[in-house]
């Protein structure tokens, strides 16, 4: 399976942009499929999962701001952020976690300017 994430582009602090992951081919609503970042000079992090019948995880620091969801019609899964801070800059990656094994998408730049 591909992934192919898009949505990143630069914003002002406090403002909202949303990131969407469109997968080359359905994927099970049973499957996690995620949000991870990665700043400059930093690890890449986790930022929120989801899969259906659980509640969504977030980290701690997007908790509140960030909301995930999915469109299995479409087979894309969205990153509603809001209130958004300099330190959310980042490269943004989907992540599906399929039997087969764990698949990356090639991730968007989201840059916030103070």
């Known amino acids: 399976v591909q992934l192919q994430a898009s949505g990143g582009g630069l914003v002002q602090s406090g403002g909202s942009l949303r990131l969407s992951c469109t997968a080359s081919?359905?994927?099970?609503?049973?499957?996690?499929m995620g949000w991870y970042r990665q700043a400059p000079g930093k690890q890449r992090e986790f930022v929120a999962s989801?899969?259906?019948?659980?509640?969504?995880n977030y980290a701690d620091s997007v908790q509140g701001r960030f909301t995930i969801s999915r469109d299995n019609a479409k087979n894309t899964l969205y990153l509603q952020m809001n209130s958004l801070k300099p330190e959310d800059t980042a490269v943004y990656y989907c992540?599906?976690?399929?039997?087969?094994?764990?698949?990356w998408g090639q991730g968007t730049l989201v840059t916030v300017s103070s």
């Open positions: 992540k599906a976690n399929l039997l087969s094994g764990d698949y």
């Open positions: 081919r359905t994927i099970h609503s049973s499957v996690i």
């Open positions: 989801m899969r259906s019948g659980r509640d969504p």
